[in-house]
Structure formats: structure tokens, C-alpha cells
């Protein structure tokens, strides 16, 4: 799950309405996104079959790239080039990084739930209080008296 379905869904749906321009609007041709990234076109396809870029595709089969692409690309290349980190390692790490994400979406989403079912919550108890019948039972604050009550049953006869 790496929001490409999303992004398939609204690049078929802005053929027919207006399109907005994103980091992840599939726009860059196979030779564009290679000068961009400064990679051989034959390189973006062996990371493309790999599945480490993976750039959206025209009906026509053709590979449309994002700005975000090209800077995973540029990513791939530094992980490759300035660490040494075999593509199996970088894959694995994008695969983690795309989990983190995920997570931390998840995690926001829960929050806010939580974070709204307190509200709720409190509101729900602020409307119970308020529905008290004072009048029937006399009210005291016990914080403000010191004294004592001691309960003692009855002997059972």
C-alpha cells in the first residue's frame, strides 16, 4: 500500500475535470524523469521491474513519473552510489520508510479520533451534570466540610 491506487484514481479522474498539479502528478516522460535524475533511461526500467520506483502508466502502457519519483529516484541512486547499499537493501528500506509512513498516518488518524471522542465524552457528562435535580437533594460540598459519617447496621434480630 503506497497511495498509488489513489493517485491511478485521480489521474483517470482529472482527464475529465480539471487537473491539480502535485508532487505526485505522473508527468515526466521516461527521458525527462533520466535527465532529471541524472540515470540512464535502461537504469529507471531495471528499477521499475525491481519495483523500487514504480511510476504510474498511461493506457498506452508508457511510464509517467512525479516529482516525487524522481526524488526517490535520486534517493535510490544516493543509497546506491554514496553507501553502498545493494538494491535489495535499498528496496527493504523503502519498504520500511513507506510502512513508517503509514503507521504515522494511522497513528495521527487514531489521535484524532481519541482526541474527538473525548470532546464528546466530556460534553456528553457536562449535559448529565447539568440535568441534576438540585432542588430534591440538598447539595454539599464535601471538600469544604471535615466531618465524619460512620455507618452502623442494624443487629439482626
Do not use: C
Request: hydrophobic fraction near 35%; charge should be positive.
Amino acid at each position: 500500500m503506497d497511495g498509488r491506487d489513489g493517485r491511478r484514481r485521480a489521474f483517470a479522474a482529472g482527464r475529465s475535470a480539471a487537473y491539480e498539479l502535485t508532487d505526485e502528478s505522473p508527468v515526466y516522460v521516461i527521458s525527462v524523469a533520466a535527465q532529471l535524475s541524472g540515470l540512464h533511461p535502461q537504469t529507471l526500467r531495471q528499477y521499475d521491474r525491481l519495483g523500487l520506483v514504480s511510476p504510474d502508466r498511461t493506457p498506452g502502457r508508457g511510464r509517467r513519473y512525479s516529482a516525487r519519483d524522481i526524488e526517490q529516484l535520486r534517493e535510490v541512486q544516493r543509497l546506491s552510489q554514496d553507501e553502498g547499499i545493494n538494491l535489495a537493501g535499498i528496496k527493504r528500506i523503502i519498504e520500511l520508510e513507506n510502512q513508517v509512513a503509514a503507521l504515522q498516518q494511522r497513528v495521527a488518524e487514531l489521535s484524532a479520533a481519541v482526541e474527538g471522542a473525548a470532546a464528546a465524552m466530556q460534553q456528553r457528562e457536562a449535559q448529565v451534570h447539568a440535568s441534576y435535580r438540585r432542588d430534591l437533594v440538598p447539595y454539599e460540598d464535601v471538600r469544604s466540610s471535615s466531618a465524619l459519617v460512620v455507618w452502623r447496621p442494624k443487629p439482626r434480630e
